[in-house]
């Protein structure tokens, strides 16, 4: 159950920085705003990391299913 978790965890923290991303992203396409846009390449990256972790975390959870 403690990977269960994990996985749920990180993908809470996927979820938060997805929609943390389309609001940055949105505010630089339709507003021009150049710091949206920053913020929409710090969400993006922060989100590639928990991705090669939650890809991890899954992996280790099916083999002990």
Do not use: C, P, Q
Request: glycine letters at 6%; a positive charge.
């Amino acid at each position: 159950k403690g990977i269960v978790m994990e996985t749920t965890k990180l993908f809470t923290n996927m979820k938060t920085l997805w929609e943390s991303f389309e609001d940055n992203h949105s505010t630089f396409t339709d507003k021009g705003n150049k710091a949206a846009a920053t913020r929409a390449r710090k969400a993006i990256g922060e989100l590639k990391k928990l991705v090669t972790g939650y890809r991890k975390e899954s992996v280790i959870e099916s083999k002990r299913s």
